[in-house]
């Protein structure tokens, strides 16, 4: 065998033994969860006297949801003497107004709201936050994005766990307003359903590190400051300070019992461009905090978990440089030197890497108490949409490798909400967040990025193509499956993102 295919094989089974690694710890995550379930962050005395908050909602041209989240933060059950409300714009459009309009209405009622504007973008939602936060009067800072609903009383109940005060931020967990919307709201929901059931979940009770999500979370404005505040050097400005805030010996919860509602992105590209970013800001964040992690006190398991979490992202940069450089040449190496017997090795490694990751999605559902049934059923769609992602998100890690900078891409929200997922709320939705189902009519007013790597995707999808018909012709019959999922998820996501762009342009 010459040197040439030693490699090619080493090369595949190494990428093979580091995807697996990804999915024992995605499997390891639900023997955890068994573990951590029943312990839960505990209110030990309640505040005499309720602190102040101020509330942040940062928003860039978002008016299909602007007076949605406006309202809401505006019915907060707190004492107006002790909340205050910024409404953090730095917009462009006509979203302005309508904040403007809402904001004066309030005012006019006696809440305590401001509308914050900027002359730049500078530092982006980092630099939003942070630049407001010089006229914040609160000793706590709860936001929320623009395509949030948080309940009335979510403040109230949940402040007296920053009662501890090395508490330095306490994080919802995420519902979804319009997860019936598509199969790829739902899809998507069953994705963020298994990070927070199971990984923030399991990482909190366990007391190693986690992060704040970037929205439906309070912050203890001391803590912001003294970890070094809001830093826009990265995508992910959330994931960031939550790294420097634990370093600095803060400590965090997660309280999986408390929701809060959030939009899904409906349209492809919107939700490829979403994953593009915080891919590609965990990355940044990787490199930025990993090795301060390593050169800690903290514990080795703390520091193991943590790599895990920081890295995970890398896997889908792992998995296309496997399938696309070292997977076709090994189908060929089998072949000429006969060893379709002896590497039978990789057929157990690749269900690990796959099997576990579904595994992990599974039992997100299952810890909501959501049916089994549905969620089994939905599996095939989730291995398929992580092919989908594999383009999209490698660019983003390797990009982030790179150190090659980019803009902070909003997501564009729809404001819709889906008459099958009131059920789902923890809350009852008002006659006007029912209303805002109407707005999806304007949706063409922030259409999702262009899909660049669209042609890139079908491209990879004709070669697979070429492959699979190699294969079955060549009796490699254990690698078609394999090969068709390839194959499906690399065509599937061209045409989705070509025509969802072709259908926005249009309108």
Same mark, same amino acid.
């Given at each position: 065998?010459?040197?040439?295919?030693?490699?090619?094989?080493?090369?595949?089974?190494?990428?093979?033994?580091?995807?697996?690694?990804?999915?024992?710890?995605?499997?390891?995550?639900?023997?955890?969860?068994?573990?951590?379930?029943?312990?839960?962050?505990?209110?030990?005395?309640?505040?005499?006297?309720?602190?102040?908050?101020?509330?942040?909602?940062?928003?860039?041209?978002?008016?299909?949801?602007?007076?949605?989240?406006?309202?809401?933060?505006?019915?907060?059950?707190?004492?107006?003497?002790?909340?205050?409300?910024?409404?953090?714009?730095?917009? #462009?459009?006509?979203?302005?107004?309508?904040?403007?309009?809402?904001?004066?209405?309030?005012?006019?009622?006696?809440?305590?709201?401001?509308?914050?504007?900027?002359?730049?973008?500078?530092?982006?939602?980092?630099?939003?936050?942070?630049?407001?936060?010089?006229?914040?009067?609160?000793?706590?800072?709860?936001?929320?994005?623009?395509?949030?609903?948080?309940?009335?009383?979510?403040?109230?109940?949940?402040?007296?766990?920053?009662?501890?005060?090395?508490?330095?931020?306490?994080?919802?967990?995420?519902?979804?307003?319009?997860?019936?919307?598509?199969?790829?709201?739902?899809?998507?929901?069953?994705?963020?359903?298994?990070?927070?059931?199971?990984?923030?979940?399991?990482?909190?009770?366990?007391?190693?590190?986690?992060?704040? #999500?970037?929205?439906?979370?309070?912050?203890?404005?001391?803590?912001?400051?003294?970890?070094?505040?809001?830093?826009?050097?990265?995508?992910?400005?959330?994931?960031?300070?939550?790294?420097?805030?634990?370093?600095?010996?803060?400590?965090?919860?997660?309280?999986?019992?408390?929701?809060?509602?959030?939009?899904?992105?409906?349209?492809?590209?919107?939700?490829?461009?979403?994953?593009?970013?915080?891919?590609?800001?965990?990355?940044?964040?990787?490199?930025?905090?990993?090795?301060?992690?390593?050169?800690?006190?903290?514990?080795?398991?703390?520091?193991?978990?943590?790599?895990?979490?920081?890295?995970?992202?890398?896997?889908?940069?792992?998995?296309?440089?496997?399938?696309?450089?070292?997977?076709?040449?090994?189908?060929?190496?089998?072949?000429?030197?006969?060893?379709?017997?002896?590497?039978?090795?990789?057929?157990?490694?690749?269900?690990?890497?796959?099997?576990?990751?579904?595994?992990?999605?599974?039992?997100?559902?299952?810890?909501?108490?959501?049916?089994?049934?549905?969620?089994?059923?939905?599996?095939?769609?989730?291995?398929?949409?992580?092919?989908?992602?594999?383009?999209?998100?490698?660019?983003?890690?390797?990009?982030?490798?790179?150190?090659?900078?980019?803009?902070?891409?909003?997501?564009?929200?729809?404001?819709?909400?889906?008459?099958?997922?009131?059920?789902?709320?923890?809350?009852?939705?008002?006659?006007?967040?029912?209303?805002?189902?109407? #707005?999806?009519?304007?949706?063409?007013?922030?259409?999702?990025?262009?899909?660049?790597?669209?042609?890139?995707?079908?491209?990879?999808?004709?070669?697979?193509?070429?492959?699979?018909?190699?294969?079955?012709?060549?009796?490699?019959?254990?690698?078609?499956?394999?090969?068709?999922?390839?194959?499906?998820?690399?065509?599937?996501?061209?045409?989705?993102?070509?025509?969802?762009?072709?259908?926005?342009?249009?309108?």
């Amino acid at each position: 065998m010459s040197l040439i295919a030693i490699c090619v094989l080493v090369g595949h089974f190494i990428l093979l033994l580091v995807l697996s690694l990804f999915g024992l710890h995605r499997l390891s995550m639900v023997f955890r969860r068994h573990k951590y379930r029943d312990k839960k962050p505990q209110i030990t005395q309640k505040f005499d006297t309720l602190p102040s908050i101020t509330v942040q909602i940062p928003l860039y041209n978002e008016r299909l949801v602007a007076k949605r989240i406006v309202d809401a933060v505006a019915d907060f059950d707190y004492p107006q003497d002790k909340l205050q409300i910024q409404i953090v714009d730095d917009s #462009n459009d006509s979203t302005s107004d309508v904040i403007a309009e809402r904001v004066g209405y309030h005012q006019q009622r006696g809440i305590n709201i401001d509308h914050v504007q900027r002359t730049n973008r500078h530092g982006y939602k980092a630099g939003a936050l942070k630049d407001a936060m010089e006229t914040a009067t609160g000793e706590f800072i709860a936001i929320f994005d623009a395509d949030f609903l948080p309940e009335p009383d979510l403040l109230k109940n949940n402040i007296h766990y920053f009662y501890e005060d090395d508490i330095a931020m306490v994080q919802f967990r995420w519902e979804h307003l319009n997860k019936a919307s598509s199969e790829l709201t739902q899809t998507q929901a069953i994705m963020l359903d298994a990070h927070f059931s199971l990984e923030q979940q399991v990482r909190s009770a366990s007391n190693k590190l986690f992060n704040f #999500n970037g929205t439906a979370g309070i912050w203890r404005t001391k803590a912001i400051v003294d970890s070094g505040h809001w830093s826009a050097d990265t995508l992910t400005e959330d994931l960031d300070l939550s790294y420097r805030a634990q370093l600095k010996g803060w400590r965090m919860l997660y309280l999986n019992d408390v929701g809060c509602a959030g939009e899904i992105p409906a349209d492809i590209n919107a939700f490829k461009s979403q994953q593009h970013r915080w891919a590609k800001g965990g990355v940044e964040v990787m490199l930025k905090m990993l090795p301060k992690v390593w050169c800690s006190s903290l514990p080795l398991k703390t520091k193991v978990e943590a790599s895990f979490h920081l890295s995970n992202n890398l896997a889908y940069l792992i998995m296309l440089i496997d399938t696309l450089v070292f997977l076709i040449p090994t189908l060929w190496i089998r072949q000429a030197y006969d060893l379709y017997d002896v590497l039978w090795l990789d057929l157990p490694l690749l269900f690990l890497a796959s099997a576990s990751h579904l595994i992990y999605l599974f039992y997100g559902q299952v810890a909501l108490g959501h049916s089994k049934l549905r969620a089994a059923l939905r599996l095939p769609r989730l291995m398929l949409l992580g092919i989908q992602l594999a383009t999209n998100n490698a660019k983003a890690g390797y990009e982030a490798l790179r150190g090659e900078r980019s803009e902070f891409v909003r997501t564009p929200k729809s404001g819709e909400l889906v008459e099958g997922d009131e059920q789902q709320l923890s809350h009852t939705p008002t006659p006007e967040t029912k209303a805002a189902k109407s #707005n999806i009519l304007s949706a063409k007013l922030y259409r999702a990025v262009a899909p660049r790597g669209a042609l890139f995707e079908f491209a990879v999808a004709v070669v697979y193509g070429f492959v699979l018909i190699w294969a079955i012709a060549n009796d490699h019959w254990f690698m078609a499956p394999f090969l068709l999922l390839l194959l499906l998820g690399f065509l599937t996501t061209s045409i989705h993102s070509m025509r969802s762009y072709q259908n926005h342009q249009q309108e």
